[in-house]
């Protein structure tokens, strides 16, 4: 962006300031630490300057708001034309009380539903089966059946809000009951909006609610894409996350390459069974992390924007705009939340918050203080939420797209990120891509690797963690909690009992056994699944039946 | 509690409890084996062996499902490295016998290396002898993996089960050398993958080379994760051992077995007694130092140590 | 060389999030202990099951879920009901302070939440476990 001459000269005048202002001031005053790094351990150097983007060409490498390839934003008004969706993660218990709480949140100014699961949802159980023991609306609502399904959706108008829901390995399931609930309502396929998040990859790297084995589980995948694309156009059917892969330990860098690269064996299989990869892609979305070192994550969001467009129009050939665009999601990191002083998450989250906007998201999760305790009280989930309107409403970030581009550090460290990403989708693809390298280890090891890293770092105080390793009080202060009733089990139990005695048995029966028969052909599943679910057919029962055709998948321990 | 009693009526946990104190050389464990001694020499071991990745553990979980089937009351012991530096170990096998874990009639015991070099833990001689005596019909060793010096399975084991995946490419090489001498019976596991028939080609030719024996070790494609051929593999290992005990070339192996076993004890033994006294009064850091400075030799120093024995 | 600690670390229930356990296991493997690690998914039988077989001087559970007071003592029931008095019993994860005394009760006898350095928990398995 300089001619040669004017670099040269500022080389020569930076070499000058370093020798001998910087010079002078270190002989005067050290500096704090000996290295300093990003949050992902990045060295950080003193100054950036014109130097370390000399080589950057504004068309090719940034390019305009919502032009290829999209380093700006996938949009060319942004925030100025309507703010990211701000989008609480919610649900516990019973299907009623988790339709008050989103309820309360719309009231609230909330701009659409996430659906929180339990872990027995999300692994396929019903609450009354034996390892549900103790789980049950645990981390999110129980849905054993379209009935809990219908309550939980009870007002809400699914013609007018966007739902998303975190669900992976029964997400075909899930959303057949979705479809069900809205057409009760009388809202046809086509007008829902919403998103699955339906990433199996991360599952068997970092988050762990699989069920089925990878290859039967890249064909639901493609069901759904599939069946969506003709019947549910407005919905996204994968949410390809990192969020978790970074939970997990993982560095931005890796945050990226890990996500892109399971994205990558995504769109590898859709293609595989006969999609083109046009009718697909334009729905695929992301979902990332906010970390703390607000400058590192948002070159991270740049980094990943550029490096999928390029992927997408160079690897696979996609024409549609919309299949080069990187849309994402994004939750702050619940893992920098600390039990102690819970008050300062509040502020953990607000640097987050503006880290996700100035990267540009397209919607936003923002954790409660009290989340490194128990699940958010309705006063600490107002305050997250408030975090998100005063960042669009007080901050003026929002008032003009992209602000931090040109930075010479910011768009350094895009480049960085995205080469570094880049070496690790080349390694995960000569391991034969990204399923192969998970069956291998590979990914988690180096993410487990990162963890373990940075746990050390502040164990040897290396890292700072406010009112952990530093700046500790006597904790006493008792907060108020969220306490999930323990008779949730029990109340869920006797619905299924209700709901098996009063459902027309010999239809559920029938709608298995058809299940049944066409999982164990290449037929798409996805009519069966809601003929099931319709019938009344239990969560349980139609992923037990897919356990029986397609087994379970074994864990191996990477350590 | 008398360890004994209960492990002679088939006790979880005191066998569990043997174990432990023979892995810290516990005096009275050793008694308890030296007393239920001829009790063992029912039990047939097999020992498996192959690079890490190559399936062993959940070989051995479907293995042993297939024995359970027959009724049969299977052990199983899966070593894995101890650190150098630090002396702790991640013993992570067991994961993929997670089923096998309720089974009363499986019993799974995992161990260190703790510094023994060979592919097990010098434990693993004694854990063999208490699962026999707690009554197990079959006793699988899992061993680290393998490599030029990790070979004490054979001393130890009935059957040797090398386990190996296809593409294995140029390890082939480096592992020809020996290793493949030491197996019974080949498994190519992961048959779904490419050249998995090329791999089989590949061993069958280097065991017509190596052509001595009138026993000739099979190898068997199988798939441990989608359990396929299993009960093949499970046959031809039962073919080894009947064809040991049908030529009685089992009571040859376990003799030489038992002999290096012996020598192996007594080694161990006089070894302790010299270090203990070249420990006293620190002769061993002394001469240490003199050998560094140059004021003394190895083998002087040797000889010093060993004069100590003879006094 | 001193004989190692021997501990079992599981993750009992359904919750998948292991970057704690896994840490802590690589952590108690650098301070010299036996780690026997059974991975996800485990229920309070299995993980008793393993803990017998594998003799071990401690049992360091880990649950995110929220579904530890269910759990951790149902571990600690079948341990004793095994005849098993003397294995240290630890739990991690997300646990509210107020559930702690009723877990110290039920015989967990150390709770470590979030934010706990793994020295401390190496010092407290080092200062508290039990003669054989």
Partial sequence: MYDEKKLEQIKSSFVDWDENKVGKQLSKNPERKETFTTGSDKKVERLYTPIDTAEMDYERDLGYPGEYPYTRGVQPTMYRGRFWTMRQYAGFATAEESNKRYKYLLEQGQTGLSVAFDLPTQIGYDSDHGLSEGEVGKVGVAIDSLRDMEILFDGIPLDKVSTSMTINAPASVLLAMYIAVAEKQGVSPDQLRGTIQNDILKEYIARGTYIFPVEESMRLITNIFEYCSKEVPKWNTISISGYHIREAGSTAAQEVAFTLADGIAYVDAAIKAGLDVDDFAPRLSFFFNAHNDLLEEVSKYRAARRLWARIMKERFGAKKEKSLQLKFHTQTAGSTLTAQQPDNNIVRVAIQTLAAVLGGTQSLHTNSRDEALALPTEDSVRIALRTQQIVAHESGVTETVDPLAGSYYIESLTNDIEKEAMDYIEKIDNLGGAPKAIEKGFIQKEIQNSAYKYQMQVEEQERIVVGVNKFRIEEKDKKELLKVDPHVELLQKKKIEKLKSTRDNEKVEEALEVLKAKAETDENLMPFIIDAVKEYATLGEVCGVLREVFGEYEQSVIL | MNIEERLLKGDKRACARLISLLENNDEKAVDIIKRQYHKTGNAYVIGVTGSPGSGKSTLTDRLTKELRAEGKKVGILAVDPTSPFSGGAILGDRIRMSDLALDKDVFIRSMGTRGYLGGVSKATWGAVKALDIYGCDYIFIETVGVGQSEVDIVKMADTVLMVMIPNMGDDIQAIKAGIMEIADVFAINKSDLDGADKTKLEIEMNLDLNEKSDYRPPVEKVSAIKNEDIDVLLQKVRDHENYLKETGKLHERRRRNLKVEIVQLVEEELLKMIMQKALEGDLLEELSHQVEKRTQDPYTAKEKIISLIRE | ?132
């Fill in chain 3, 1 to 132: 060389m001193d004989k190692p600690i021997r501990v079992l670390v599981a993750k009992p229930g359904l919750d998948g999030h292991d970057r704690g356990a896994k840490v802590i296991a690589r952590a108690l493997r650098d301070a010299g202990m036996e780690v026997i690690y059974t991975g996800l998914r485990q229920t309070p039988e299995q993980i008793v099951a393993a803990a017998v077989q594998e003799d071990v001087d401690v049992v360091a559970m880990s649950i995110l879920s929220g579904a530890h007071n269910h759990l951790f003592p149902k571990v600690v029931r079948l341990l004793r009901e095994e005849g098993i008095e003397d294995v240290l019993v630890l739990g991690g994860g997300v646990i509210p302070e107020d559930d702690i005394p009723g877990l110290v009760e039920a015989g967990v006898e150390g709770i470590f939440t979030p934010g706990t350095p793994t020295k401390e928990v190496i010092a407290f398995i080092k200062e508290n476990i039990k003669k054989k």
